[in-house]
């Protein structure tokens, strides 16, 4: 926790920069949500002509995950995806800054039945999230219904890390390191409830395996999943917000524990978490951070698919 305290260098000119940025952040929030919806689908629009690596990874992975589109269907979708990663920043400011009625009064909730059974069972509770771009507003929305735990990747700037961090601990009990895997399995064990997202490529290492995504026969996935679950008396539930249209605010949506899992086979584990992203990501794809390498590391010897 002492690593998240206002420190004296963060007055550094290096970092004026990311203050500025901040301040912004918490200037927009007070405008009426329409109008962060707007200005976020104007900025990503306007972001794309000075992002085309950007733009060309997000087309690359709907294109391998979704071959059946069109060209046009393709770019229309990546636009889209553009849209709604401008609106993403403008989130960011909303997760962090607005009081808790506010975010209350946007985010409506389905299946929370399931999480509701495990927590009278005293179950830990695995949270299956993926990298949707409503991550700042899941983990806000998540925690005022229950205060959990989250595994997150440190940002390199210490201001913006300092911030992430505070931000998203707004209603939630503490935000752990992706590699301080003893203070999950503590957490799970005390029956808390833990958001994990094991969708990025983060390259290879003795955790991960390829395991198929959409119409990726290998894509490099994180097995974490399976080894927390392992942990006595817990259960995975998948969980993810999605951003509903006309402005009409968001959805919280808990789905269906996994039944028998985990098994005893690592990729068939992996294989199946990947299935429950897919079937995230089927429900409002314009939303998913395509924007991501997702594929970037491959088998020995299979060519680079950018």
Not at 62 to 68: A, K, V
């Amino acid at each position: 926790m002492d690593t998240y305290k206002l420190k004296a260098r963060f007055i550094h000119p290096k970092y004026w920069f990311a203050w500025l940025g901040i301040l912004a952040l918490f200037l927009f929030s007070l405008l009426p949500y329409s109008t962060l919806l707007r200005l976020g689908r104007l900025l990503g629009r306007l972001s794309i002509p000075f992002a085309k690596k950007r733009f060309y990874t997000a087309r690359r992975n709907i294109e391998l995950c979704f071959p059946d589109l069109t060209p046009e269907q393709v770019d229309k979708k990546v636009k889209m995806n553009f849209e709604h990663t401008g609106i993403a920043l403008f989130e960011m400011g909303m997760a962090w800054f607005w009081p808790a009625w506010r975010v209350r009064g946007l985010v409506s909730i389905r299946g929370i039945e399931h999480f509701e059974k495990a927590i009278r069972q005293d179950k830990g509770v695995v949270f299956l999230g993926a990298h949707f771009l409503t991550l700042e507003m899941g983990g806000r929305a998540a925690g005022l219904i229950h205060p959990s735990y989250a595994v997150y990747r440190k940002n390199s700037n210490e201001v913006l890390d300092y911030w992430f961090y505070w931000g998203r601990m707004r209603e939630n009990k503490a935000m752990l390191d992706r590699k301080d895997f003893k203070s999950m399995l503590r957490a799970l064990k005390n029956g808390q409830a833990l958001w994990y997202a094991p969708d990025h490529d983060y390259g290879k290492h003795n955790s991960s395996v390829f395991a198929p995504f959409f119409n990726v026969k290998n894509a490099n996935t994180v097995s974490g999943i399976s080894t927390l679950a392992r942990v006595k008396n817990t259960t995975v539930i998948p969980v993810f917000l999605k951003r509903l249209p006309n402005a009409k605010g968001y959805e919280l949506v808990f789905k269906e524990p996994l039944q028998d899992f985990p098994s005893s086979d690592l990729v068939l584990d992996t294989t199946r978490i990947n299935e429950q992203i897919e079937l995230m990501i089927k429900e409002c794809d314009e939303q998913y951070m395509w924007l991501h390498r997702r594929f970037k590391t491959r088998p020995e010897g299979e060519p680079s698919l950018y």
